[in-house]
């Protein structure tokens, strides 16, 4: 007979760092504990590795010339589909439901009285010691979204640096902290907000830097004078590792990693996503060069005057997946 407790790891697949997380920290939670999965959003497609319980619509922002689109993201919400699926999930088999920042089950859990945590970088921003700017009215409205989005009463959060005692630094994949970095005559690009045409049109006026770009929208490796173009794929990984750079924008999955990896890192932040900004005053702090916009001087600045910083330190991940695995009730 299996005694073993039973979680529910809910998934927000709307960001690549809520799946390169889940496949860090999955493996280890199944030492100890029965896990299902579920992922909502359809903005990514990275193997898992391990089957999917539910799959569901939740919700995915859109992303227009390097920001969100908040009336298309409005538009394309199905919230009948949210409602349905709220209730749609079974939660009874489970002893805790462990939310990355994922909605359906945070809510689901909420009504029918299920333990749920956040374990997420956004649960980060449940205390005031993270870094933030102050962004008036937007700061209280985007505090009230990364506080209700994905509720819960109880979380652990991850970011750069643990700024208490409930955030921890980043957790990252074996294949991250194992690497053995080298520093090849490339730089790797992630921008998700801008489309895969504009960045080949801004980048070509580079001819003397060759990029890797990786992008959803890329369907084969393709090759276009200075720029190699990938799909969104496990290859992204091997390409940093490898860089003598990155360009992003501010999310925090990635750039812990080139952080981690000591490598030059320009970040670009969503417009009008609040985390976004977030991310970036904490990325200031640590010396990361911040821009607007994709603007060809201050990218060549960049270019020209890369800087190495100092590495961050990382969460072990058994520990980690240990620290959850303590908060299921007897």
Known sequence: MNNKKKILYAINGTGQGHISRAKSLIPYLKHYVDVDILVSGKLHELNLDTPIRYNLEGFTF??????????????????????????????????????????????????????????????????????????????????????FYSFSFEYIGVHFKPYNTHVFPPVLHDDIINAKPSKNNYISIYLSAFSLQEQIDFFKHFPDYTFEIFHNHCKEETILQNLRLFPLSDHFKDSLIHSNGY????????????????????????????????????????????????????????????????????????????????????
Not at 114 to 136: D, E, F, G
Request: charged fraction near 20%.
């Open 62 to 147: 859109v992303y227009e010339g390097g920001g969100v689109n908040w009336i298309k993201t409005i538009l394309k919400a199905k919230p009948i589909q949210f409602i349905y699926d709220l209730f749609k999930i079974d939660l009874k088999a489970y002893d805790m439901v462990v939310c990355d920042f994922e909605p359906i089950s945070a809510w689901a859990s909420f009504f029918r009285f299920k333990h749920c945590i956040n374990v997420s970088h956004q649960a980060s921003y449940y205390t005031l010691k993270t870094p933030r700017p102050r962004i008036w009215p937007f700061f209280i409205l985007a505090e009230l979204f990364l506080r």
């Open 247 to 330: 360009i992003s924008n501010a999310g925090f999955e990635s750039n812990a990693e080139a952080l981690y990896l000591e490598k030059p890192l320009l970040c670009i932040p969503i417009k009008a996503q609040y985390e976004q900004y977030c991310n970036a005053a904490a990325l200031k702090q640590l010396g990361v060069t911040i821009i607007k916009k994709l603007d060809k001087q201050k990218v060549l600045h960049w270019l020209k005057n890369r800087e190495v910083l100092d590495p961050i330190s990382v969460c072990n991940t058994d520990q980690f997946a240990q620290a959850i695995i303590k908060k299921i009730r007897p």
